[in-house]
Every structure is written in C-alpha cells, then in structure tokens.
C-alpha cells in the first residue's frame, strides 16, 4: 500500500488549502483514510478521518467547521479541504490508512497501518 500527501504550501491566516492522498496498491473498501499532522516539538495529533464507503466522518474539535474530508472512489483519493487556516494550524500533515477502524479509534495513531510521507502547511499570520 501505497500513500502519497500533496497539495502543502504557505498561505495567510483566513486562507485556504486543499490537501490531497492518493492511495494505491490494494482496495481500500474496508479502510478508513485519516489526516494526522505534527508541528515542531509537538506530538502527531488528530486532524479527520473517513470511512472509505463514505459513511462516516470524523473531525478534531480544533477544525469542526474549518475542514472537509471527502473520497473520490474513482480517483483513489481523499482530500482534505481546508478553510479559515489560522497560524496554529500550521504543521507537516500526514494521510493514514488503517483497515476496520472502529469509529472510536479514529484518532489514534495506531490504528492505521499505512503512513503517507507528509506535506507542509504553513499558515503565517
């Protein structure tokens, strides 16, 4: 399995970015796709996941209402739409795979199995 984050970059405070993983190598009908991301000196921490049937969503309670995950089953991927960026959001963001992922282990790190190589946001203010 294979997972690729793009779509990084800088942008002001009150902008927007669209992040993007691209997932290959196996169907992914059972699995949940999640963001993670991680600032400097701090530990990986919960952004939003996904079921991949699309049943299911789940965010941190610091971007409920800023951030959209969504999956196109055509394109294998999962995006994460991301509005109202503020200067603490600004980290390395990594997508996550993890297969029958109860929806309260969604934001654990050790629930998912396949890690992406991550993609900067930097949000200045």
């Known amino acids: 399995v294979q997972l690729q984050a793009s779509g990084g970059g800088l942008v002001q405070a009150g902008g927007s970015l669209r992040l993007s993983c691209a997932a290959s190598g196996r169907t992914f009908s059972s699995y949940v796709v999640g963001w993670f991301r991680q600032a400097p000196g701090k530990e990986r921490e919960f952004v939003a996941a996904?079921?991949?049937?699309?049943?299911?969503?789940g965010y941190a309670d610091s971007v409920k209402g800023r951030f959209t995950i969504s999956r196109d089953n055509a394109k294998n991927t999962v995006a994460l739409q991301m509005n109202s960026l503020k200067p603490e959001d600004t980290a390395v963001y990594y997508c996550a795979a993890g297969n029958s992922v109860a929806d309260l282990r969604f934001p654990f790190t050790r629930a998912y199995d396949y890690w992406g190589q991550g993609t900067l946001v930097t949000v200045s203010s």
């Open positions: 996904i079921r991949w049937s699309g049943d299911r969503t």
